[in-house]
């Protein structure tokens, strides 16, 4: 079960993280709050006649391409190609149809290629909530179903292949080239990410300007919000086999013995290493318009966002109290305050580059601190002295009574039977301009008297 709620007459867009929002006049105003089993209403059955699909020699020649992948050698036989994918109507569309540049989400109007630019839409694409096709559409297993950008934001919740669509469209509209990358990820699932060659770090513009992460061949997996080199080991971690690579111009597959990304070889025109679907030789290059729609983007007033943060509270603290039924379960408000205070600025630390934070984190006024941990030591020291603090802070996208009950059940902080334990509880959510596409932030701490030990 889960919650949605929307605020009537008030209208209005949340900002987005460091962003001033919108003066709002007060208006009368109705709040509604409607649980969902399953978390999200299954479509409308689709008409029995959802049009015409993709052209019929597009067809042909789409199973003859795949055939001859799969016969090059034994390593190519069983990879996961394929140039057609279903729509929501049923119907078959070529995948360089779902490639489009994609309009940026509010607050980013005008911006370039940099480095934080980046880092946000990519954030932004992460915190889409994760459905698996099967549970938004109610299909059995081995059926994928391809929605459009804008379709995926109006569900709020795809799966990877809508991830990967968005951010590669969020990519193409600031100018870099980017590709979709097909295949299977470590656990033996169908996975969908991001490639964008490298050399791409001296971004034009007046003045021009420099991103240092665009210079190396780097694989993007919006899903979990990360970001490998395609050099990196660590990268074949998240995506087992790649069968297919496309962009809104060709398909190539992948015919080479390796299928790991840090073992192959990305020259997308080495005819030994990849064989495109559209050719002079076999199958000439024709017009793809695109499938996608400009998208348009609806959020909620802040009030929404507060109370949603005060909903997933409630529920972790009915977690922990649930989970010691047979002790007495205090809360610390002081302590729980001042987390709150550290949960705000949070999310704007998550958007530092790995090598910004290696240098510290920059508090202002000439002071800079180690890390996160010894940051937040050092503000909580006066109101946990006496205590033993064990906790930590945890980020969710938008999500679920039952997600947050498992989360606060994972973290095994409720383990005790200690009586002389105390806890503390703060949550913040951070908007980014589109209905339920949030950072919901959440931390969790045990507070155990030192004395109780002498």
């Not at 630019?117 to 109610?138: E, I, K, Y």
């Not at 990410?193 to 993007?220: C, H």
């Not at 050719?279 to 017009?287: E, L, T």
């Amino acid at each position: 079960a889960g919650g949605g709620a929307g605020g009537g007459g008030g209208g209005g867009r949340a900002s987005l993280p460091g962003g001033g929002g919108l003066a709002q006049q007060p208006r009368p105003s109705m709040s509604v709050y409607i649980q969902f089993a399953p978390a999200l209403a299954k479509p409308e059955p689709t008409l029995s006649d959802p049009g015409v699909g993709e052209d019929e020699s597009v067809l042909r020649h789409a199973k003859v391409w795949e055939k001859e992948c799969r016969a090059v050698s034994r390593h190519t036989k069983q990879r996961p190609y394929r140039a057609v994918a279903t729509d929501g109507m049923g119907r078959s569309v070529h995948l360089c149809r779902y490639i489009a540049s994609a309009q940026l989400p509010p607050g980013f109007q005008g911006a370039i290629a940099d480095e934080p630019t980046l880092r946000q839409l990519m954030r932004f694409c992460h915190l889409v909530p994760h459905v698996t096709d099967m549970s938004a559409f109610n299909l059995p297993p081995g059926v994928d179903i391809w929605t459009t950008s804008q379709e995926f934001l109006d569900m709020c919740a795809g799966d990877s292949e809508e991830h990967a669509l968005l951010l590669c469209g969020f990519l193409v509209a600031l100018g870099v080239e980017a590709y979709v990358v097909l295949g299977v990820s470590a656990t033996d699932s169908d996975a969908a990410m991001v490639f964008t060659p490298g050399g791409q770090g001296k971004r034009p513009g007046n003045p021009p300007t420099y991103a240092p992460m665009l210079e190396d061949s780097l694989i993007w997996d919006p899903m979990a919000g990360t970001i490998f080199s395609v050099y990196d080991s660590a990268c074949s971690a998240c995506l087992g086999e790649i069968g297919v690579v496309f962009n809104s111009d060709n398909v190539w597959a992948n015919v080479q013995v390796h299928g790991r990304p840090h073992e192959m070889n990305w020259n997308l025109n080495d005819a030994h290493g990849w064989r495109p679907f559209f050719s002079a030789g076999s199958f000439p290059h024709r017009a793809m318009p695109t499938v996608q729609t400009a998208i348009t983007y609806e959020s909620y007033p802040p009030a929404f966002y507060e109370r949603l943060g005060a909903a997933v509270e409630r529920e972790a603290m009915d977690a922990i109290v649930k989970k010691r039924a047979r002790q007495h379960t205090p809360f610390n408000r002081r302590a729980s305050r001042a987390l709150k205070d550290l949960l705000r600025n949070l999310e704007g630390q998550i958007l530092i580059s790995p090598d910004d934070q290696g240098g510290g984190l920059n508090l202002g006024g000439g002071m800079r601190v180690g890390s996160l941990t010894e940051l937040h030591m050092s503000q909580l020291a006066g109101i946990c002295e006496g205590y033993t603090v064990t906790g930590c802070p945890m980020n969710l996208p938008f999500t679920d009574a039952a997600t947050v009950r498992d989360v606060i059940d994972r973290l095994k902080i409720a383990d005790t039977t200690r009586s002389d334990v105390e806890f503390a509880v703060a949550t913040h959510v951070e908007p980014y301009g589109c209905t339920f596409v949030c950072s919901v932030w959440v931390y969790v701490v045990r507070l155990t008297k030192i004395s109780s030990y002498q």
